[in-house]
């Protein structure tokens, strides 16, 4: 069973930056992937950004530029940096992670980007 915790989050005004992290514990293996989806208002699930154990990135092209995701494979952790936030960033954002064939989700944490 895999455990995550999300922490960072709030509110934030247009253009400032905010930072989410998350740890993961439980069975973790190597084949991982980690990564942050988001769902805004009235709006489905979407991918944010994931990263695979070797560091390979996706991002989706409405963050591309404006976020960067990392991983600590040692403390099975990973990040999100948000910077340039816009309105329409405003969403619930869940920590992510895949291993043979399951997903698992964290709690979620709000982020508010006020105009």
């Known amino acids: 069973q895999v455990q995550l915790v999300e922490s960072g989050g709030g509110l934030v005004q247009v253009g400032g930056s905010l930072r989410l992290a998350c740890a993961a514990s439980g069975t973790i293996f190597s084949t991982t992937v980690m990564g942050w989806y988001r769902r805004a208002p009235g709006k489905q699930r979407d991918l944010v950004a994931t990263?695979?154990?070797?560091?390979?990135?996706n991002y989706s092209d409405s963050v591309k530029g404006r976020f960067t995701i990392a991983r600590d494979n040692a403390k099975n952790t990973v990040s999100l940096q948000m910077d340039s936030l816009k309105p329409e960033d405003t969403a619930v954002y869940y920590c992510?992670?895949?291993?043979?064939?399951?997903?698992?989700w964290g709690q979620g944490t709000q982020v508010t980007v006020s105009s």
């Open positions: 990263i695979t154990r070797s560091g390979s990135t």
């Open positions: 992510y992670l895949y291993q043979i064939g399951r997903n698992y």
